[in-house]
């Protein structure tokens, strides 16, 4: 059975740092891309960061600058690195894995992370 498990959330200040981890475990296969979304209150997830296998990193305008994507495929983990943060950020980040399809991707269970003005 397939894992990924989220670390690193907590409570900061705004202009604070935090790096979330995300740990996969199981039988890991079909993985094209690795990536962060985000969900906040009353909000829909969305897109924070997505790195694929090849081609360039995605990210939202809203995090641009300020946060950075990192992977190690061989250890399937994925990182993000988040500076300057800000009370918006404050959501459910959650770790996600593409798979090529018709492949579901993985999910993680989420962490919050949370932004004091």
């Known amino acids: 059975q397939v894992q990924l498990v989220e670390s690193g959330g907590g409570l900061v200040q705004a202009g604070g740092s935090l790096r979330l981890s995300c740990a996969a475990s199981?039988?890991?296969?079909?993985?094209?891309?690795m990536g962060w979304y985000r969900q906040a209150p009353g909000k829909q997830r969305e897109l924070v960061a997505l790195?694929?296998?090849?081609?360039?990193?995605n990210y939202a305008d809203s995090v641009k600058g300020r946060f950075t994507i990192s992977r190690d495929i061989g250890r399937n983990r994925v990182y993000l690195q988040m500076n300057s943060l800000k009370p918006e950020d404050t959501a459910i980040y959650y770790c996600?894995?593409?798979?090529?399809?018709?492949?579901?991707?993985?999910w993680g269970q989420g962490t919050q992370v949370t932004v004091s003005s």
């Open positions: 199981g039988n890991i296969f079909g993985i094209n891309a």
């Open positions: 790195m694929p296998r090849t081609g360039s990193t």
């Open positions: 996600n894995f593409k798979r090529v399809a018709p492949l579901p991707d993985y």
